[in-house]
């Protein structure tokens, strides 16, 4: 991790993600999975980009159950973005240009 990604767990998660002030771009994750360190560049890039105006933080669904259970995240990586405690927008899967992808969801919520 990175010190613009942050690793939450599942005791986290109403906390960092739900009462957060700002959108939360949150990266559902295992380290076994290739598209998932494939697509961990570009939310790298992303937490580099949206720095101040959005929080981005990845959770191991390995060590975490409850909040991919929560948010029916059946395949990773899957990307889900919170605004004001809900759901708003999410990506499953590795998309081709990942991070045009993930800008094109955070611009829509995040505040100029």
Excluded at 32 to 45: F, N, S, T
Excluded at 50 to 66: I, P, T
Excluded at 100 to 111: A, G, M, N, Q, R
Aim: charged content about 25%; aromatic content about 6%; some cysteine.
């Amino acid at each position: 991790m990175s010190q613009l990604v942050r690793e939450v767990k599942d005791e986290e998660f109403e906390l960092e993600v739900l009462k957060s002030s700002q959108p939360v771009l949150v990266d559902f994750w295992a380290a076994w999975c290739a598209p998932c360190r494939a697509i961990a560049p570009a939310v790298e890039a992303i937490a580099q980009k949206y720095q101040g105006k959005a929080k981005v933080v990845k959770l191991n669904v390995d060590e975490n159950n409850s909040s991919p259970s929560n948010y029916g995240v059946r395949g990773i990586p899957t990307l889900i973005l919170f605004r004001d405690g809900a759901e708003v927008e999410r990506i499953i899967g590795l998309p081709l240009s990942a991070q045009e992808s993930i800008s094109k969801i955070l611009d829509k919520h995040v505040p100029e």
